[in-house]
């Protein structure tokens, strides 16, 4: 849908765009239902694409997470890899406290050596404590420097209510998450590492002729699932962060503290369908569109190109889209010099009074000042001008 947008802005220099149609021809506002209650201790469902959280319960209550702790050691993993620092084919040692951890293994073997590819697949798919422990050695030296270096980058990416102490998620005090901090890391992961992402769809691995299938029992019942990542101890119950994408859209589900595997994935499954079926993820605006043409002085041009500097993605409820009404904002006067992607004013978009989004409305292109006469004169008018108002 193409907006019209005038290319002089009244002297308030405040415009408003109507992104809808008149209300005649406007079909009945969309029926939301409530969001499903779920039987578990927290939980929260957000859209990848925009950070927005569609529904929550308990989502800052702070719970062991069991091996949802493996995505942060994998996260880790990947972001070393992004770097240069460790590579696929590197070779790793296995030491006696990864051989001899308990729990959910890899079965690989203490002295030998161990392709990191396939620690990462014995973490992702197998969930083995044996294997993370050995990559956490072999990125860090040491378990207890890697969770170090786990709490530094759940900080960096904004895991306010996050500690590790291991990393595998084996109990220990002083070791928690929360199911919002745990969708901001799901984000991460398929948005930083889509390469890496992909192995958390793989349904099996083998190992020392050791065949694992993979503990997410959704990628066997809804194709649209391809991750991410399960976790079950006595004290975290039974645990599931899932996302999946359908018509180019993606959901993260965290659902904490279930008391049976079946439940985890049933559900993970109620909060999946409810998103996908009442609510859309929407563009309303490319990066560099656009949006108006304003008057600049003293410049040689006399017209400057506003946009945004990034695309505006919005999650609304679905048939909602042509309701949506953008605000644009820019000083009331506009002077030469002007650099590219000079922030100018802003771009509020709201839905039924509810702010969606705000971002800055920058210069898409340079406006140099114009010569000594054009600025003579447009300080004269300018002059004239204020005398009169």
């Known amino acids: 849908m193409r907006y019209s947008i005038p290319a002089?802005?009244?002297?308030?220099m405040t415009l408003l765009l109507?992104?809808?149609i008149s209300t005649s021809t406007l079909a009945a506002a969309p029926i939301i239902p409530a969001p499903p209650n779920l039987a578990a201790k927290s939980w929260l469902l957000m859209d990848a694409k925009t950070g927005h959280v569609i529904t929550e319960y308990n989502a800052d209550q702070r719970l062991p997470p069991a091996s949802l702790t493996k995505m942060m050691t994998t996260y880790i993993a990947s972001e070393q890899l992004q770097s240069g620092n460790i590579r696929y084919d590197d070779m790793v040692r296995i030491s006696e406290k990864a051989w001899r951890k308990g729990g959910s293994k890899m079965y690989i073997r203490e002295g030998t050596e161990v392709k990191l590819e396939d620690l990462m697949r014995g973490i992702i798919i197998q969930s083995g404590n044996d294997a993370s422990i050995a990559l956490a050695e072999y990125i860090a030296g040491s378990e207890d420097a890697f969770a170090d270096l786990m709490n530094?980058?759940?900080?960096?990416?904004g895991m306010n209510s996050s500690h590790f102490v291991n990393a595998t998620g084996w109990p220990a005090d002083n070791h928690y998450t929360t199911a919002r901090d745990l969708a901001i890391l799901a984000r991460a992961t398929v948005?930083?590492?889509?390469e890496d992402y992909a192995m958390y769809a793989e349904k099996e691995f083998t190992y020392n002729n050791i065949r694992q299938p993979n503990r997410n029992s959704l990628l066997w019942l809804d194709d649209s699932v391809d991750g991410i990542k399960t976790g079950h101890t006595e004290a975290a119950g039974y645990c599931l962060v899932a996302s999946a994408e359908r018509d180019n859209m993606r959901l993260i589900s965290v659902v904490m503290g279930t008391d049976s595997e079946k439940a985890r994935a049933a559900e993970s499954q109620k909060l999946l369908t409810y998103g996908f079926r009442f609510y859309e993820t929407v563009n309303s605006f490319d990066a560099g569109e656009?949006?108006?043409?304003?008057?600049?002085?003293?410049?040689a041009g006399d017209q400057i190109s506003l946009g945004t500097a990034?695309?505006?993605w919005l999650t609304i409820p679905r048939g909602t889209a042509n309701a949506i009404e953008a605000e644009l904002e820019v000083p009331e006067l506009l002077e030469a010099p002007v650099t590219e992607g000079q922030e100018i004013g802003t771009i509020t978009l709201t839905l039924n009074g509810d702010t969606l989004a705000r971002q800055p409305l920058v210069a898409l292109e340079a406006v140099e000042e114009g010569g000594l006469f054009k600025r003579l004169w447009h300080w004269l008018v300018l002059t004239i001008k204020g005398l009169f108002q």
């Open 8 to 12: 002089r802005l009244p002297a308030l």
């Open 18 to 20: 109507c992104l809808f």
């Open 152 to 157: 530094q980058t759940a900080y960096s990416l």
């Open 191 to 194: 948005e930083d590492h889509p």
């Open 290 to 299: 656009e949006l108006l043409q304003a008057e600049i002085w003293k410049g």
């Open 310 to 312: 990034d695309a505006i």
